[in-house]
Structures are given as structure tokens and as C-alpha cells.
């Protein structure tokens, strides 16, 4: 099997076998969570094919043609950084799911959970080995889609949906801007192939010097810190807590909140060298880790103290990857590649000790918890080394990589001169005291300290080994990658960052290095960082006073009061824009497009009728069409409904057998058919209401209406008339075109549904897009009647 194949099929099994859940539940039941885990070590196993070949520096490039005519295609590209990333969805999929298996309840809808995991792997996996930036936009929406039917999967709460939604709706609409970033991208490129972007050094120096070239890099970041809960955006990750634990763990450590530092490092060839770059990239990184860190501190839900954790961790990332100069771009690609998969490790460890607490304890508050150690032991070390190596404890791997920040934070600070030769390796360490306090918190808060009988089950105990192997088995990689670093380093790290940088990198990173400036950096971390934790219930405490006396300071205040005053918003827009009745929009409409009409019509022609029109119209043709006249004038003139509805129906009819005669069968048909369900649903409304017309038109409104529908009646007269000349001559009819490429572009022979469907199709999407939303809408007032009766 060629390394494309087995990268496609890492791909899309877990979106098949996602398909046949639900009948394989049937065989499997509840233990359909142990299939779902080995779908996702399958995908595992065929990255793991292909990573020997991009440890050794090859890079793998396929493409399929999927759009030729607007330069789409699905296009597979496997680098370091694709492998580390698929790694860690696959990898961390594979324990997810199993550690699912005694997290969740048999009672549960359990196919709808695997499934949903499953499709959000699948997404992750499709996103990081796209070449193509369209193929990507599709990946990037499908996890945030899946993403929100995960955060939302108990749907029976308010919390979950409000979380679901927020998240939806940051996420997706930050995937939108990156989109817009792509297309203008593309306007400079002629390309939406990122790889051959980055392979061009005169495409990158052409990009750079672009007058787009900050509006796409700001549309990029947008979408980059959505998605990674940065900036303002951080707002979606502490509320998509509410999804069930395994699902935080799977989602908001190690794989969905990834996706944004992924982009960031995708780009980092393209935008990275300029001052731009360090200035949004790390501005935005600097600041998001201190406001977490610091806004981490009075949390007291274990997993909203989990999520400012990864906000400010991801800050980290984000942090390092933009520290760049002209003469050397990558200063903290290294350091930022190593913690973000050192907090995969950790992090997805933590939220399933916090998943295991919940379970046992029965609760997140962890002013309810405390002096567990003794009933849970081997959860409390699992715990506690995750915690450590988060807070940058030796030897542990948290602590490699948070002295490799330190060190590029030094070299950033000093290749700038002063005063940030001071100012950025002293933020560093303020983002390092916040971790380091929080993470003992967690440590202190819940398995030392006196215990809350009074909150507490009288009996809590370890729990089973499905759930304690998958978390100690994380742990283990935590204390392995510190020890020996080489490992992680050599077959993940390097091969990223060289992929990242187009060229080869080779590192030197070892457990004890000396007395350096990064070394003193982190004992003054741990001195401030105890200092700041003694201090812990006063800040905590000023931090609610000053919220409760300055809500409007907090970017929730505005999500909120936007949200939830949209329907009132909405209904001012409307009062504002459409004042009046139907018949008034109508009549403007009509005006309007008289208006239109005319102006070419008067303009550009030299006669309104055309001197050479055949008026030879065959007998059966002629009294169709007088049909047609006398029931239209019926159904305008008669006063009962009933009548009238017949008579326009019959208009409908008429128009059917006109399409026969002109040889379309298929557009009489589908006349025919919506002439009969629209005559059916005016029959089922009009025995709901009186059955004559009583309503008395005074005779000016009468005359108005009549000139306009007369105006009306002539412009449309004329157009037609004018219509087989052509306005402006010479005129030439377009539909040979049709006739000669229907078959060779579309391999359609039927003329009409090609058209509908292939040269128009755009439209016809819209079309069926505009019907879907209005059946929901239908579909919601129908429910929300059922539930208000």
C-alpha cells in the first residue's frame, strides 16, 4: 500500500465506520465503544506506516483533480508537522475512546457519543494533511461542526447548549474569515495550493511586499484565534466544558484547540520574517497567556480551571511561533512544536483525572474537594505528575519545554534591544508564575487539605482500570519524554520543525543543561509562583469583586448581550427597514424594476416593437393562450376564493401544456406538480377564512394599483417582444453554447437539467439552501406551538 492510500483511508474510515455505528451496535451493544477505538487505532497504525518516511525527510505530495475549473483539488500533503498532529488525534482518539467505555453510562446514547467522536477525528485528521486551502476551509468547518454536537451531546441542559452554540458560532465564523484570508491569498498567488506557495521563494517575497498582505495575514489570525481560543475569542473554551469530560479531554487539549496553532505554524513560512508577524502573532500569544493565567485563578470548577489553563498554554504556542526576525524566522518554532505536544500529554491527562474525579466525587467545585489522596492514591499521582510537568517541574517534559520558552523569549528580547531585552523575558515569567499556581492548585485543592465530608460520598475509591490505565498511560509518556528527551525530539520534534521551516533542523535538547538565564528564569518562577499561591484566595476574591462591579469590562458581557437581545435587535432592523405592508414592498418592487426596464429599453433601442414578428400562432396554441387570459382575468376580477384559486390554477395548467407544445416534458411536469401542491395548500387555507372578498379598495388606491400593474404589463410586454432580437444588436443566442457543451463539460445529455444542475448550479444551491432554512423555520413554529399547547 503507497503512503497516499494509507493516508486517505486514515482519513475517511472514521467518517465510514462512523455510518455503521448504529447497526453494529446491534452485535457489539455496549461495548460499541471498544470498536470505535479500534477504528481510531487503525488510523493510527496507517500514520504510523507512513511517519518512517517523514522522520527520514521525505515529504508525500498527491493530488486528485476535484474542481479543475476553479482550481480545486483534493490534495494530500504529509510532512512532520501533518504526522505530529495526526499522531496526537489518532493517538489521543484511541484513548479517548476507551477511557469512554467507564466514563459513560450505559444508558447514554452511546452510538450518537462514538459517532460524534469518530466524525470529529475524522475532520481533524482530513484537516492537517490538506494541501489545498478550500479542501482545508471544508475540514476546518467539519470539526467545528462536530465539535458542537459534541460540546452539545447532553442536550438536556441549558449549560451544554448555551456552550455548543457559543462555540459554533466563534468557531465557524472565524473559519470564515480565514476563508476570506485564503481567497485574497489567492489573488496574489493565482494558487489555493499552500504547498506550492511556500516552495516559492519569489511567490513568498511577492506576498510580503503586497498591499493585501496584512489585511490576509489579519483575516488568517482571526480564524487561527478562534479557533484556538485566543484574544477576545477565548470566550467559547470555558463554556464548552460542559460537554461530557472524555469529550474536553479529546477536544480542548489535545486536538480541536489545536487546529488554530496548527494554521499559525501551516503560514509560518509565508508570513513569518516581518514585523507584522512577531508584532499580532506574539502581541496576541503575550497577552491571551497572562489574562488566562491570571483570570485561571478564580475559577473553582476543575475543569474551568483546566480550560484558562489551556487558553494560556495555547498562548504559549501561540507566543513562540511568532517570535521572528527578517534574518531568522524561526526563532520559537522549536520550542513552541515541543510544548505543544508535551501538553497534549499533560493536559489530556489532567482532564481525565478531572473526569475521574467527577465520577467518583460526584462533583466539579473544587471548594468541595480535598484530602483524596488517601482514598485515590494512584489517581493522585497520575494527577500530580501531569499537574507538575504543567507548572514546569524537572524532570518532567513540561519543564524541557518551558525552559526552551525562556530561552527564546531571552534570544527574542535581546535581537530587539531594550527595553524588550527585559520586558519580554520578564512577561515569560509572569505567564509562568499564573501556571505554576494554578497547577499546584489542582493538586492541593483536590487531593490534599482536610476533606468535605459534608459534599462528599461517604465511600470514594480509584476507579477501574478502563479509566485509570488511559490516564496513567499518559503520565508515563510525561515522565518518559522529560528523562529522554531524544525520543520525542528526534522522531516528533525535529521532523516538525523542519517541515515548518523547509530545512533541515536538528536539535540538542537534554534534561540538565547547566546554569543558564533560562534555568534562573524558572527558580525565580517557582519563588513567585509560591509566593502568588499564598496568596491565592485574595486575588481570587478581589477578581469577583471587581467583576461584580465592572461586568461590562468582560468580552462574556457583550457575547451575551448581543446574543441574547438578537431577536429584539432584529425586530428594531425590521421596524426601521420595512415600515409598511406586503403591498407596499411589492408595489416599490414593481416600480423598481420598471424603472430598470426602461432606462436600456429607452436608451439603446431605436423601436420598443420589433417590425419582423411572425404573428402565425397555431389554432390550439391560440385558445390555450386565450384560456390562459380569461382565467387570469377570473382570478383578479371574481370575489369568491374559491373561484378564484381555480381560475389560477387553471393559469398554472394552461402554462404546462404551453411547455408540452414547446417539447419539455420535464419542465410541464414539474409545472404541473407545484401547481397541484400549491392549489392544494390555498384549498386548505381558504376554508379556514370567509369565502368572499369584502374588503372595499378605495378608487385611488384602485387606479394606482391598475397603473402599476399596467406599466408592468407593457415593460414585460415589451422586454419579450424584444427579447429573440436582442436590445442591443447585434444579438446572438447563447443557447448553441448550451447545445455544444452540455455533453463534453457536464456529460449531460438532458439540456435543461444540466443547467440547472451543473452551469447554474451555485444558484440552484442558494435555491435549495433558501427552502431548507424555511423548512427549519416552519419545522420551529410548528414544535414550538406542540410545546406551548
Known sequence: MDSFTAIVIAIFLPFVFAGFLSPLERIFKDKIGWFAAAVALVSFLL??????????????????????????????????????????????????????????????????????????????????????????FVFWELTSITSFMLIGYWRHKPQSVYGATKSLLITAAGGLFMLAGFLLLRTITGSFDLTAIFHDPYMIETIKGHDLFLPILILLLIGAAAKSAQGPFYIWLPNAMEAPTPVSAFLHSATMVKAGIYLIARIHPIFSGTDAWFILVSGIGISTMLLAGFLALRQTDIKAILAYSTISQLAYMMTMYGYTTYHDPGIGVAAATFHLLNHATFKACLFLVAGIVVHEAATRDIRKLGGLWREMPITFVIASIAALAMAGIPPLNGFLSKEMFYETSIEMGSLLGSPFNILIPALAVLGGVFTFAYSIKLIDGIFLGKRCDEHLPEHIHDPSAIMLIPAAFLAGLVILFGLVPSIPIHYIVEPTTSGILLETVHLHVQLWHGFTPALMMTIVTFIAGILVYSRYDNIANWQNRFNSGYPWISVNYYYDHLVDNAKEHAHRFALFTQPGGIKTYVNAMLILMIVLMIIPLFTVTTTLIPSNLNFEIPLYEGLTMLIMIVAALTA??????????????????????????????????????????????????????????????????????????????????????????????????????????????????????????????????????????????????????????
Not at 489521543?92 to 462514538?114: A, D, Q
Open 636 to 789: 383578479a376580477l371574481y370575489h369568491k376564493y374559491l373561484l378564484a384559486v381555480i381560475a389560477l390554477s387553471g393559469v398554472g395548467y394552461m402554462v404546462s401544456l404551453i411547455f408540452i407544445y414547446l417539447k419539455a416534458p420535464d419542465l410541464a411536469l414539474t409545472q404541473i406538480l407545484v401547481e397541484t401542491l400549491s392549489t392544494i395548500i390555498f384549498l386548505l387555507v381558504i376554508v379556514k377564512i370567509p369565502q368572499t372578498f369584502r374588503e372595499r379598495i378605495p378608487k385611488t388606491v384602485l387606479a394606482r394599483d391598475l397603473c402599476i400593474a399596467t406599466a408592468v404589463s407593457l415593460t414585460i410586454l415589451v422586454l419579450l417582444l424584444n427579447a429573440t432580437q436582442g436590445i442591443v444588436p447585434p444579438f446572438e443566442s447563447i443557447s448553441h453554447y448550451f447545445i455544444e457543451k452540455t455533453l463534453p463539460l457536464a456529460g449531460g445529455h438532458n439540456i435543461v437539467n444540466v443547467i440547472i444542475v451543473d452551469f447554474r448550479g451555485y444558484d440552484t444551491l442558494g435555491e435549495i439552501s433558501v427552502l431548507c432554512l424555511a423548512a427549519l423555520g416552519v419545522y420551529n413554529l410548528i414544535q414550538s406551538r406542540e410545546e406551548r399547547e
Open 47 to 136: 500514520i504510523a506506516y507512513v511517519a518512517p518516511d517523514i522522520i527520514h525527510g521525505e515529504i508525500i505530495e498527491h493530488t486528485v483533480s476535484w474542481v479543475p475549473s476553479a482550481g480545486i483539488s483534493f490534495s494530500i500533503y504529509a510532512d512532520g508537522l501533518a504526522i505530529m498532529i495526526g499522531f496526537i488525534a489518532s493517538g489521543i482518539g484511541v484513548i479517548i475512546m476507551s477511557y469512554s467505555n467507564g466514563y459513560m453510562s450505559h444508558e447514554e446514547e452511546l452510538t450518537r457519543y462514538y459517532q460524534y467522536l469518530l466524525l470529529f477525528m475524522g475532520s481533524m485528521i482530513g484537516m492537517v494533511f490538506s494541501a489545498n486551502t478550500i479542501q482545508l
